[in-house]
């Protein structure tokens, strides 16, 4: 088998930009992504093991059941594992001593699938704590905030101009991981949408792509055109903080037991992370956005040169007659004069044409530097090589 290694000129990497919308909907408790319920599965709760609303990332172990637990000689299940090289210990300061930690060479360090999430709210009252759980989510992003109050004064953590400190507001905390969000959101692709009774209420979209949330189609008119919130679009997070009525005359217990109107900090209660036991049943909530994805995409070229690759190890690549051998308790010989067989075509029958050593390409295999296989690129048609042949296969991989 011959190896031939790729150089700059016959690789290629670039990026294909793309922008998946995704749409999550938010009803009495219960998440939906992109208009997709869990289907039951027949050896857990849903047969991508995530609740509804959650990506599952690589969807693997799919409706599999697990024989003796997630990872583990005779598990049915795919898991993640390294092994510990011979030469070096790993430490991982965040394992007990008694588990994975500083292991001995030839350790396998095993994970688990699967890895998901999705977004996540929270409902922060005025008077929690900064510095407390989860509240603290929010004093991370104050820097984050503030770097962006060059594209709107709405962009400051403390604001005189607004009369409002986030530390200290009633308001909404709305997470998107980066396994939806990829390179981060598209400007202007926020859109947030409050229903009661399945009628809209009100919509806050960022037309001027600044970040700015602004009401537009509310039943209460006069507050059409106010910001209600901002979108940080690289990091992933919305806030929320439109404390107005949307509806003078529905009440529900968004955030506790005590009716109130329906409100942009309440989007979304029913599911926050931080409060329990929320139900609103004639409300229901609609989060959509496009996300900013970079695909990699490698394009190589397998030269098969002239002169070369015209020899195979295929038994058929020999003349039947000259496949004879001599086994026996000293060892396994064969005739040192084996024939290759000429399958060069002539135009006179019973005969064949001028030798030429032919093969078939029909696999073209990629291996990294420690030789290991790592892909294979199957021709839909083997391709004849003759010695005076030379090849460029063009090859597209996914990264």
């Known amino acids: 088998m011959s190896f031939y290694k790729f150089d700059k000129k016959s690789s290629l990497l670039n990026y294909l930009n793309a922008l998946?919308?995704?749409s999550l909907f938010i009803y009495d408790g219960k998440k939906y992504l992109n208009n997709f319920d869990s289907v039951s599965g027949a050896y857990s709760d849903t047969i991508t093991g995530t609740p509804s609303g959650f990506v599952n990332l690589y969807e693997l172990n799919i409706n599999r059941p697990a024989s003796n637990g997630v990872a583990g000689t005779g598990s049915n299940v795919v898991y993640p594992f390294m092994r510990q090289s011979e030469k070096d210990y790993l430490t991982l300061s965040s394992l007990t001593s008694g588990s994975q930690k500083n292991t001995t060479p030839g350790t396998d360090i095993t994970g688990s699938y699967p890895l998901s999430s999705s977004v996540i709210n929270y409902y922060f009252a005025a008077g929690d704590p900064l510095t407390s759980s989860p509240k603290n989510k929010l004093s991370a992003l104050k820097n984050t905030i503030n770097y962006y109050s060059f594209d709107s004064n709405h962009f400051q953590?403390?604001?005189?101009?607004?009369?409002?400190?986030?530390?200290?507001?009633?308001?909404?905390?709305?997470?998107?991981?980066?396994?939806?969000?990829?390179?981060?959101?598209?400007?202007?692709?926020?859109?947030?949408?409050?229903?009661?009774?399945?009628?809209?209420?009100?919509?806050?979209?960022?037309?001027?792509?600044?970040?700015e949330l602004v009401q537009v189609s509310g039943t209460i008119a006069a507050n059409d055109g106010r910001v209600?919130?901002?979108?940080?679009?690289?990091?992933?997070?919305?806030?929320?903080?439109?404390?107005?009525?949307?509806?003078?005359?529905?009440?529900?217990g968004y955030?506790?037991?005590?009716?109130?109107?329906?409100k942009w900090i309440y989007f979304g209660s029913s599911t926050a992370d931080n409060?329990?036991?929320?139900?609103?049943?004639?409300?229901?909530?609609?989060?959509?956005?496009?996300?900013?994805?970079?695909?990699?995409?490698?394009?190589?070229h397998a030269i098969a040169p002239r002169g070369e690759l015209n020899y195979s190890n295929n038994p058929t690549f020999l003349s039947a007659s000259s496949l004879n051998a001599i086994t026996g308790s000293r060892g396994y010989f064969e005739d040192a004069g084996r024939t290759i067989k000429n399958i060069v075509s002539s135009s006179f029958t019973q005969t064949t044409g001028s030798f030429e050593k032919i093969t078939y390409i029909t696999k073209i295999g990629i291996y990294d530097e420690y030789k290991n296989l790592i892909a294979v690129a199957n021709l839909a048609n083997p391709v004849r090589k003759r010695e005076k042949d030379s090849f460029t296969f063009k090859l597209k991989m996914d990264l």
């Open 20 to 22: 998946p919308e995704y």
């Open 255 to 262: 955030i506790d037991v005590a009716p109130d109107n329906p």
């Open 275 to 300: 409060l329990s036991s929320i139900s609103t049943p004639s409300s229901s909530y609609e989060l959509t956005f496009k996300a900013k994805e970079e695909i990699p995409n490698l394009t190589l």
């Open 228 to 252: 209600a919130g901002i979108v940080l679009y690289n990091e992933g997070a919305i806030i929320l903080t439109g404390a107005w009525d949307l509806n003078a005359s529905h009440q529900e």
């Open 157 to 211: 953590f403390s604001s005189s101009v607004h009369a409002r400190s986030l530390s200290s507001s009633n308001l909404s905390l709305i997470t998107i991981p980066s396994i939806i969000t990829g390179g981060g959101l598209k400007r202007g692709s926020v859109s947030l949408k409050y229903y009661v009774s399945g009628a809209l209420q009100a919509e806050l979209t960022d037309s001027s792509r600044r970040g």
